[in-house]
């Protein structure tokens, strides 16, 4: 299992819709994903316009290609995307 790790900076008078838009799509899409494990929404304290994603997937694979190269990754950012103040930071990480 892996984590993907995304760390986006929203324009402060957009939080709750935000929030609201990420919780539509977590809803809506990410179960249909292949590999889609769970999903975890942070807001940072000290920087709060900026919040965290954690996207567990059963592999690389399934985030990079199964999802990222999918229909359902154009309708999660079309739910999402536009309240990005910047493209966001994606990482992934492992368990050790």
């Not at 799509?25 to 889609?36: D, F, H, R, S």
């Amino acid at each position: 299992m892996i984590t993907e790790i995304a760390f986006i900076e929203v324009i402060s008078e957009n939080h709750t819709a935000f929030e609201v838009a990420v919780r539509k799509a977590v809803a809506e899409i990410l179960p249909q994903a292949k590999g889609y494990v769970d999903f975890e929404l942070q807001k940072g304290i000290e920087q709060p316009n900026t919040y965290c994603f954690h996207i567990r997937w059963e592999t690389l694979e399934d985030h990079t290609i199964g999802f990222r190269e999918s229909e359902l990754f154009v309708q999660w950012r079309s739910i999402i995307g536009g309240y990005f103040a910047k493209p966001p930071i994606v990482e992934h990480w492992a368990s050790v």
